[in-house]
Nanobody
Framework: QVQLMESGGGSVQAGGSLRLSCAAS????????MGWFRQAPGGEREGVAL???????KYADSVKGRFTISRDNAKNTLYLQMDNLKPDDTAMYYC?????????????????WGQGTQVTVSS
């Protein structure tokens, strides 16, 4: 059974930092591209950052220079370091796995999803 479990969310003030983790089990982790997505109340799910199996990374323009995605294949874990957080970053954050290595943002490309972890940034 595939499981993706996010952790590390919380409440911080603007300018602060958080590090999200996503522990994967039940799948050949190193064969999947991995992505972080977020969804604010009333909004659509949007891609934040992704890392492909060969290490190529992509970021949404809104987080470039502030967020860093990384993966540890030995630990089957995905990370998202979030610095200089802004109130607009407030959302539920999800990790997802893409077997096709598409490098695409559309959620339909992703085979598995976690349950999410809440990030709240106050001004």
């Amino acid at each position: 059974q595939v499981q993706l479990m996010e952790s590390g969310g919380g409440s911080v003030q603007a300018g602060g930092s958080l590090r999200l983790s996503c522990a994967a089990s039940g799948l050949p982790y190193s064969r999947y591209s991995m992505g972080w997505f977020r969804q604010a109340p009333g909004g659509e799910r949007e891609g934040v950052a992704l890392v492909q199996t060969w290490g190529t990374t992509k970021y949404a323009d809104s987080v470039k220079g502030r967020f860093t995605i990384s993966r540890d294949n030995a630990k089957n874990t995905l990370y998202l370091q979030m610095d200089n957080l802004k109130p607009d970053d407030t959302a539920m954050y999800y990790c997802a796995a893409d077997l096709s290595n598409s490098g695409r943002w559309e959620p339909r490309w992703y085979n598995y999803w976690g349950q999410g972890t809440q990030v709240t940034v106050s001004s």
